[in-house]
């Protein structure tokens, strides 16, 4: 699939087949995780694969029952959870480095998507969850002082199609070096 086919047809998806997935697609996704940049190289990130029912299940316990993605977490055959290490992305001889305080929160994000667009090239599908109790989580999966669970991506096979929701034009997002003035006049 052609790269921007992946950015333009990747959906958000909520609902997932039993079917398992081989763990060469996953090898395939933690690549994708492998190559993703992040602050000075920093590489802050820990993926947990979380295959045991069990274990999804106690993780799908820590989701409130209102997040869209709650039923999900139970059907898909795979859950990556994002842990980041505190202190590191974002710092520079131990001191942060800018006013956005610690990075960790923009490598893991961007650690996955990447994951999140090679599934989707690879047939899969994702959606990015952040409304849950990360201090539960944690526990679960016994991560250590000094990291922080951001995210769970599960990953199955689509149990249906979705359409893509309506997006902003460029030119309603786009300036052309300044705030308000647009990229492109209107011809």
Not at 54 to 68: C, S, T
Not at 171 to 185: D, I, V
Request: hydrophobic content about 40%; glycine content about 8%; some cysteine.
């Amino acid at each position: 699939m052609d790269f921007f086919e992946v950015i333009k047809t990747r959906r958000s998806v909520r609902r997932f087949k039993e079917d398992p997935v081989p763990d060469e697609l996953i090898e395939k996704i933690l690549e994708a995780v492998k190559w993703a940049p992040s602050w000075s190289n920093t590489q802050c990130w820990e993926i947990i694969v979380v295959k045991d029912p069990e274990l999804k299940k106690k993780i799908q316990e820590a989701i409130p029952e209102i997040n869209p993605a709650y039923k999900g977490v139970g059907q898909a055959p795979v859950l990556l959870v994002g842990a980041a290490k505190r202190g590191v992305s974002g710092y520079y001889q131990g001191e942060m480095s800018t006013d956005k305080g610690d990075w960790y929160m923009f490598d893991m994000g961007i650690a996955l998507e990447h994951a999140a667009l090679a599934a989707h090239a690879l047939g899969l599908g994702t959606v990015h969850i952040g409304l849950f109790d990360h201090k539960k989580v944690a526990e679960l999966l016994d991560i250590p002082e000094g990291y922080e669970v951001v995210e769970i991506l599960p990953i199955g096979y689509p149990a249906r199609a979705s359409k893509a929701p309506k997006r902003r034009e460029i030119s309603e997002f786009t300036h052309l070096n300044k705030f308000g003035n647009p990229w492109r006049k209107e011809e």
